[in-house]
């Protein structure tokens, strides 16, 4: 850039500047005139540009699509025409006269070793304010053609009252094959194209009869078709359109027919939109109804980052998953019925039901559909309204018979919050409220999660869960570590990151089992049980407390419950046949009672140690389990003393003195 001359007068600072110059570039654009700063703030100005000899490929080098790709090989004939000027006072809103146009006369363009090009390149446009009101500009594209490859394509603009009510006019016409784009254009190994969409579309009007759908005062019409497209890029699923083909009015949109692939999923859809006119203009609510059909939509890979290779699928990396936003500016309602959903873990089949999009949210009214080997109806919203990084959904839902071995195998939520489902056998079924806020890989958010349900299973197997199986060892009743129920019953709740049961009943042949409690998050349990074992003599009704975690829970029986037992059955004297007038007789039983539970405590506890001891690999862990072992045994003879003090407690009490 050469500055041919400056100058300023003895009032620069004070009253107004003046810059006086000729820019002149190497395409020979000329820039003449000068600015002045005012008093108030204002400017005056009186400048022109104007070139006649730029050369195409010059205005093609401001493209970066353009310009990045082998520019060097780019070859074009013809010139453009460029003048452009602006002269008067700008203040506030108040603007100087300015006028721009621009000319583009039988331009060429192709690229070197390229079999096609594309030729007769004709634009005439401009841009014209007589000063004071932006409203009073008018845009005018009253030409842009050219022909690609042997297909031409024209359109035209025209614009006027931009601010206060924008006066329309535009057309386009024209066929463009896709697939000839790589004989024009270096596409590279990266990308292929192929198809053809074809334009004939005429629009004018005015914004305020669009606003107040005056449509018989604008002129809409046209057809848009896009057939056998096929588009691949790499890191991107392929996008294959079949047809797609819409007719346009002033009032509406018709889609007669949308048939897409997107990797691996398939969409079908039909239906009208209206309001598009305004949406496209002034962003406004785009308003419409949609009939959306499919035989496998696999979200999975087209919110995440799958790649396919050949006849090898990779499987879509579920970690990449992004929020959905839903756009405030739309409101339709999605007629829906989809063969299968693929969302991060979970197989959704058959899902038919309504949308409705408003609002920045997606409300189910209701959706029916087979999840986790059951049957599903869900009713409830997802919303991006108040947050697009932090979405919320409102569900209830209707789940009958159910497996929970692939209701765990595709919840990560179950696998954390109730992870005895990995070793539940059998099917349930469940009504629940839930309320939560997902975070950004579309899960939800534990700690936020809210619920309210009962789930009822009439065919339940529990198998190798450890904390039955120390309740069989305690209670020496091995139909504690297989459990099949029926007719099982929960009342449940989430909240703060935990669940909690009401007290439920399970029955297990003649036992019957009653428990209660909660589970956390981190897989803490603290659950009560109290067991009815008949036949079982002080044992046959026991309480316990359950603490610890799923995988290593601790268990404490209720030793006054088993000694109060111990009494119940003797002075009833069916049980250890002794005469009920006998008093020293009773006594002794007792004694006996309470004896031979905390000899099956001191028992159960050296079964246990030995067990520690023999798993230890190494020495050092040999020695840790024998101080283990130990230390268990202790507390079970501590135990054991304790049930007979409170065995003579209850002498006490009972008969008034011990022998």
Known sequence: VYIARAEADDYIGIHRSHLFGQLRTVADLNLDGWVALLDDGAM?????????????????????????NNFDKLRTTGNMSLTAFAKGRMAGENMP????????????????????????????????????????TIIDLSEFRLSMAGNPFKAALYASTP??????????????????????????????????????????????????????????????TVADMDLTMKGLPAVAVKKAQ?????????????????????????????????????????????????????????????????????EADTTTLSVIEVPKNIDMTLSADFKKILFQ??????????????????????????????????????????????????????????????????LDMIQKIVPIFAKTGGTYSVKVDLKSALDSQMSPDL??????????????????????????????????????????????????????TSPFD????????????????????????????????????????????????????????????????VIASEVLGVDAEDIEAQKAAIRKQAEEAGNKLIATAKSESEKLISKASNPLAKVAAQAAGKKLVEEAEKQAQKLKDEAEKLIEKQYGGSE
């Open 506 to 569: 399970m029955k297990l042949g003649n036992i019957t089992m009653n428990l209660s409690g909660v589970t956390g998050l981190d897989q803490t349990i603290d659950y009560r049980a109290k067991i009815n074992i008949p036949g079982a003599g002080a044992l046959s009704n026991v309480s316990a407390t359950i603490g610890g975690t799923f995988s290593k829970p601790s268990i404490k029986l209720n030793t006054d419950e088993v000694v109060k037992n111990a009494v119940t059955n």
């Open 246 to 314: 819409a007719s346009v009015s002033a009032k509406a949109m018709s889609l007669s027919q949308l048939d897409v692939k997107v990797g691996k999923s398939d969409i079908q859809a039909h239906g009208s939109l209206s309001n598009y006119l305004a949406y496209v203009l002034k962003n406004e609510t785009i308003k419409g109804s949609l009939t959306v059909t499919s035989s496998l939509l696999d979200l999975n890979e087209l919110m995440g980052d799958s790649e396919t290779s050949g006849e090898e699928t990779v």
């Open 44 to 68: 005056d100005m009186d400048l022109k540009i104007n070139t006649s000899e730029i050369k195409f490929k010059e205005i093609l080098s401001l493209i970066p699509a353009i310009y990045q």
């Open 345 to 410: 873990k979970m197989e959704l089949d058959n899902v038919t039901g309504k949308l409705i999009v408003a609002d920045g949210a997606v409300q189910m009214t209701p959706l029916s559909l087979n999840a986790f080997g059951g049957a599903m109806v869900a009713n409830g919203i997802y919303s991006t309204a108040e947050s697009v990084v932090r979405p919320m959904v409102n569900f209830d839902l209707d789940i009958q018979k159910a497996s929970f071995e692939k209701t765990f195998e595709q």
């Open 163 to 224: 601010i206060s009510d924008l006066n329309f006019k535009a057309t386009a016409d024209g066929t463009v094959h896709l697939g000839k784009i790589k004989d024009i254009y270096p596409l590279g190994d990266s990308i292929t194209l192929s198809g053809i969409v074809t334009a004939d579309l005429q629009f004018a009007g005015r914004m305020s009869d669009i606003e107040k759908e005056n449509y018989q005062n604008i002129r809409g019409e046209g057809t848009l």
């Open 447 to 500: 700690s936020s999660l809210t619920a309210d349900g009962v789930i009822q299973s009439n065919d339940i197997q529990l198998q190798n869960i450890e904390v039955f199986s120390q309740l069989a060892t305690l209670l020496k009743n091995d139909k504690l570590k297989n459990i099949e129920a029926k007719d099982l019953k929960i009342s449940f709740t989430i909240k703060d990151g935990k669940v909690k």
């Open 97 to 136: 006269q300015f006028g721009l146009t621009l000319g583009v006369k039988d331009a060429t363009l192709n690229y070197e070793g390229m079999p096609a090009s594309v030729d007769g390149i004709n634009i005439g446009a401009s841009v014209s304010n007589p000063g004071g009101s932006l409203d009073k």
